[in-house]
């Protein structure tokens, strides 16, 4: 079972910055996608960014070049610059990974972090 340990979650003043980090709990060989999803309060669970091992990344369209999804293979973490942060980004962000390598085998089914909260007051 592979565990995602979620950091750099809190509170700032709209147009501030924030960055989140993940990592794997375990030995991990290598994961194909990693990504981050939010949800805020009466709302379903949305696309943040995701990032591809060979380095594709995707973003939510309410993104518009405000953040920066990145990971670092080697260490299997990936991390969030958040920037021109908005009060409409307030959510609890979730960390997601798909496609695990470890020394069990691969695994296809997708795992998620705890969850941190974001909150962007106007």
């Known amino acids: 079972q592979v565990q995602l340990v979620e950091s750099g979650g809190g509170a700032v003043q709209s147009g501030g910055s924030l960055r989140l980090s993940c990592a794997a709990s375990?030995?991990?060989?290598?994961?194909?996608?990693m990504g981050w999803y939010r949800q805020a309060p009466g709302k379903e669970r949305e696309l943040v960014a995701i990032?591809?091992?060979?380095?594709?990344?995707n973003y939510g369209d309410f993104v518009e070049g405000r953040f920066t999804i990145s990971r670092d293979n080697p260490k299997n973490t990936v991390t969030l610059q958040m920037n021109s942060l908005k009060p409409e980004d307030t959510a609890v962000y979730y960390c997601?990974?798909?496609?695990?390598?470890?020394?069990?085998?691969?695994?296809?089914?997708?795992?998620w972090g705890q969850g941190t909260q974001v909150t962007v007051a106007s």
């Open positions: 997601n990974v798909v496609g695990v390598t470890t020394d069990r085998g691969f695994d296809r089914r997708e795992y």
């Open positions: 375990e030995t991990i060989f290598s994961i194909n996608v």
């Open positions: 990032a591809s091992r060979g380095g594709s990344t």
